[in-house]
C-alpha cells in the first residue's frame, strides 16, 4: 500500500487508501486571553490569522475526507475560558465544511476539552490509527501504536523550529520546520505548531518534551517558508 506524504504550508497532506487527510499541529487557540488575564494587553487577531492560513491551504488542497488536529487546540490548562470557546467551536464549524470527519486529539493543554468537541458531535481521542499510520500529540506513547502493522507515528507537541544563519552574516533567524527520521523501523514525522504566537524550539538548544528519546539530529528538517512551500534542508545535525 502507498502512503502519499506532501507538506503544505504548516500541515501535512497524507494520501492512503483513496482517503485524503489533512493534519494540524498545535493551535494553542485562546492564547491572546492567557495574555490578557496575566496582563500582558494585546489584540485578538489569532482567530482570524488561523482561518485566513488555513484557508490558504484548502485553496491549495481542496476538500479532504478527514483533518486531525493533533492536539493541544487550546492554550489554558485548566478550564475552558471564553475565547476558548469561542475560537474551539468555530474552527471546528469551519473545518467540519471542509472535511467529511474531524478527528481530534487530546494534548497536554486539552484537559478540558470535551465539552467544546461534545457540542460539536466529535469525540477527543488519545489518539487514532488509520490503517499503517498512527496520529498522536507527542508527549505520551500508547501499547496501541507498537503494533507491527503501524509504520507511521505523526505527531506535533515539541513545536520543532531551526535557527539558520544568514548567508554571509552573522543574523540568525528562526524557522518553523517538520522532522522526518526513523526509529525502530517506523517512519516519524513531528509537525511544527500551527500556532503564530512563536516559531518554536530548536531541538539542537533545547528538549522536545516528547515520549520518546529520538535521535533528532539525524532526522531531515523541513523548513516553512513563504506561500506554503517546505524547503528541504536535510539532515537536521548538519545546519548551520
Keep these: ?81 471564553k475565547q476558548e470557546w469561542e475560537d474551539a467551536g468555530g474552527l471546528i464549524d469551519y473545518l467540519m465544511e471542509k472535511a467529511k470527519e474531524v478527528i481530534i486529539i487530546k494534548g497536554n493543554h486539552d484537559k478540558i476539552l470535551e465539552p467544546i468537541a461534545e457540542k460539536k458531535g466529535i469525540e477527543v481521542r488519545d489518539y487514532f490509527i488509520f490503517d499503517e499510520i498512527a496520529f498522536l500529540h507527542g508527549d505520551r506513547d500508547f501499547s496501541e501504536i507498537h503494533d507491527r502493522k503501524i509504520k507511521y507515528w505523526v505527531m506535533g507537541h515539541g513545536h520543532p523550529a531551526v535557527k539558520l544563519r544568514e548567508r554571509g552574516g552573522a543574523k540568525m533567524e528562526k524557522y518553523k520546520c517538520f522532522l522526518v527520521g526513523k526509529f525502530k523501523g517506523r517512519e516519524i514525522i513531528i509537525l511544527p505548531s500551527f500556532f503564530s504566537g512563536n516559531e518554536g524550539s530548536d531541538p539542537r538548544e533545547n528538549d522536545l518534551g516528547l515520549a520518546w528519546k529520538f535521535n533528532l539530529e539525524k532526522f531531515n528538517a523541513g523548513v516553512v517558508g513563504e506561500r506554503l512551500k517546505v524547503l528541504e534542508f536535510g539532515l537536521l545535525g548538519k545546519l548551520e
Excluded: S
Excluded at 506524504?5 to 494520501?15: H, R, S, T
Excluded at 487527510?21 to 488575564?37: Q, W
Design 1 to 81: 500500500m502507498e502512503v502519499k506524504l506532501k507538506f503544505v504550508g504548516k500541515c501535512l497532506l497524507i494520501e492512503v487508501k483513496r482517503k485524503r487527510i489533512l493534519v494540524v499541529g498545535d493551535l494553542h487557540l485562546g492564547y491572546e486571553e492567557f495574555l490578557n488575564r496575566g496582563g500582558v494587553f494585546v489584540t485578538r487577531e489569532m482567530m482570524r490569522e488561523v482561518i485566513r492560513e488555513i484557508a490558504e491551504v484548502f485553496e491549495r488542497v481542496g476538500n479532504v475526507d478527514k483533518i486531525v488536529l493533533l492536539g493541544d487546540v487550546k492554550h489554558n490548562f485548566g478550564r475552558i475560558v
